[in-house]
C-alpha cells in the first residue's frame, strides 16, 4: 500500500502562487508515475499534470505555462507549483499515484490523496 498525504492548498487572488506538496509513503516503487487532478464543484475530475520516474512531465493545456510539477525522490514527494493563478483554478486537487507506464486518466491511478482545496478569488 502506498500512502499519499497532501499539504499547501489555500485562499489566493488571482494572479498569485501556490505550492501543493504529496508526500507518498509506504510501499513505495522505483517506476512510479505522479499525478495531479482537479475538481471543481459540479464537474468531474480533470488531469492537471504529470511526472514520471524518468523525470518526463506532461500537462493539460489549460494549466501549460503556469503550473511546474515537480519530484523528489530521495523524499519520495511531488509537487505542484502552481503560478498566475486564475478562478477558474479552484477546485479541490488531488495528488495520484500510480505504477509504471504514465497516463492522463485518473482510472489509472491506484492510489489517491486526501484532496487539498484551492481557491481562487477574482
Known amino acids: 500500500q502506498v500512502q499519499l498525504v497532501e499539504s499547501g492548498g489555500g485562499l489566493v487572488q488571482a494572479g498569485g502562487s501556490l505550492r501543493l506538496s504529496c508526500a507518498a509513503s509506504?510501499?513505495?516503487?522505483?517506476?512510479?508515475?505522479m499525478g495531479w487532478f482537479r475538481q471543481a464543484p459540479g464537474k468531474e475530475r480533470e488531469f492537471v499534470a504529470r511526472?514520471?520516474?524518468?523525470?518526463?512531465?506532461y500537462y493539460a493545456d489549460s494549466v501549460k505555462g503556469r503550473f511546474t510539477i515537480s519530484s523528489d525522490t530521495a523524499q519520495n514527494t511531488a509537487y505542484l507549483q502552481m503560478n498566475s493563478l486564475k478562478p477558474e483554478d479552484t477546485a479541490v486537487y488531488y495528488c495520484?499515484?500510480?505504477?509504471?507506464?504514465?497516463?492522463?486518466?485518473?482510472?489509472?491511478?491506484?492510489?489517491w490523496g486526501q484532496g487539498s482545496q484551492v481557491t481562487v478569488s477574482s
Open positions: 509506504g510501499r513505495t516503487f522505483s517506476t512510479t508515475t
Open positions: 511526472i514520471r520516474w524518468d523525470g518526463v512531465t
Open positions: 495520484a499515484a500510480k505504477r509504471g507506464g504514465d497516463s492522463s486518466w485518473s482510472g489509472a491511478y491506484d492510489y
